[in-house]
């Protein structure tokens, strides 16, 4: 496909996205109506998507409409390029621009627009975020880098770093994390390399290691990772010396764990019904993904007052539901990837006022600025006495 003929892809994907199709079965379906397209179109189309998704606002300010076309001819004008250059109308590429869309001359660009932030949800996040609101937000509009987590259970970080190397995929380590090295160079070989076909490294944000770096002393620990989902937590909890119960209220979430614990050399229980108690509790809960709206950019426009609402209740219930499992000196540990007060602290503060048998020991929020994605962490004591 040429240049051209991407973009002119992207905007049908982007139409179907904005008529209320979630942006991966967008990309999904179009993928599979178009068989023509190799590899490294899809993979460009998805960046073109994806890019516009991020700045869907100043892209429509820019481009002079919400739609398909307006934001990758916004996408264009912010790249600097020439739209004749992509707007030609020859072959499958966008039609030309009419004389409307090339008299455009786009106003001021307000703050909020700049910065892609949805208006109801700035007042949340400046209070939230304080001094950071500008520089945070402005990094959510890029794209995140790609982590990978070290097995440490199975090879260090330097021959982790060193097999990757040999196929041509370059990392660097990550302060934040000790088990983290950052692709700089052939990200999409990962999946196809030995290092993971071998369960000696895994996807994982390098501010989600540092959350499971935080926790309380983990070998032989016997945990109960509570919201299990795909499993990624269990697996890094595994990889740290612990002894590991994944539980998920969807247990079909869970349903690709067995393989990836199989494949990391792991040993993960599962269960549909959470019994008994725990060293360590750990809720990593739903929630906004506020703090993640660089990987999955359309999260950032579904997100609605009500659905906030709903999550910050479901949050609450978690806390409630969770809090029995915990042995006495154990911890509950709460986790977000949410930039958003009242889905940490505040939901935190709520918590602790219903249970005087729990305090907080430990506290951590982590923003882009820290070089992954934001991400909160309360650990909470259970100091009532033995049973």
């Not at 950052?182 to 000696?200: F, K, M, Q």
């Not at 349903?255 to 494949?263: F, Q, V």
């Not at 990391?264 to 993640?292: H, K, M, Y």
Request: charged fraction near 20%.
């Amino acid at each position: 496909m040429t240049p051209a003929a991407r973009h002119q892809a992207a905007i049908e994907i982007l139409d179907r996205i904005l008529s209320g199709s979630p942006a991966e079965q967008a990309l999904t379906t179009w993928a599979r109506a178009s068989r023509f397209a190799g590899s490294k179109d899809r993979a460009a189309i998805r960046d073109l998507v994806f890019d516009a998704l991020r700045c869907k606002r100043s892209f429509a300010h820019l481009g002079g409409a919400e739609s398909g076309r307006g934001l990758i001819l916004g996408g264009v004008h912010a790249a600097g390029h020439a739209p004749d250059e992509i707007f030609t109308g020859i072959g499958h590429a966008p039609a030309p621009l009419s004389a409307t869309e090339a008299a455009h001359l786009p106003p001021p660009m307000p703050a909020t627009v700049a910065l892609d932030c949805p208006d109801w949800l700035e007042p949340e996040l400046r209070a939230s975020l304080g001094a950071d609101f500008a520089p945070v937000m402005g990094a959510l509009r890029q794209r995140a880098p790609v982590f990978l987590r070290v097995n440490t259970s199975r090879i260090t970080t330097d021959a982790a770093q060193a097999s990757l190397a040999a196929e041509g995929i370059i990392t660097r380590p990550h302060l934040l994390a000790t088990s983290a090295l950052e692709v700089t160079e052939n990200a999409r070989a990962v999946l196809s390399s030995a290092a993971y076909l071998d369960g000696l490294i895994d996807l994982q944000d390098v501010a989600s290691q540092a959350v499971i770096l935080a926790l309380p002393p983990l070998r032989g620990a016997r945990v109960l990772d509570y919201c299990a989902g795909g499993g990624g937590k269990s697996l890094a909890l595994a990889a740290l010396g612990a002894v590991v119960t994944a539980h998920d209220a969807a247990p079909a979430r869970m349903r690709d764990l067995p393989a990836r614990a199989a494949r990391a050399q792991a040993r993960i229980a599962l269960t549909e019904a959470a019994c008994g108690r725990f060293d360590l509790v750990l809720t990593d809960v739903p929630c906004s993904g506020s703090g993640s709206w660089r990987r999955s950019p359309d999260a950032k426009w579904r997100l609605t007052p009500a659905r906030l609402q709903e999550l910050t209740q479901c949050q609450a219930d978690i806390l409630q539901k969770a809090r029995p499992h915990v042995t006495p000196g154990g911890a509950l540990a709460y986790v977000t990837c949410s930039l958003l007060a009242c889905e940490n602290g505040t939901q935190i503060a709520g918590f602790l006022r219903s249970a005087p048998d729990f305090t907080l020991e430990t506290e951590k929020r982590l923003t882009p600025q820290d070089g992954g994605d934001g991400f909160y962490l309360a650990v909470l004591r259970n100091i009532s006495a033995q049973g």
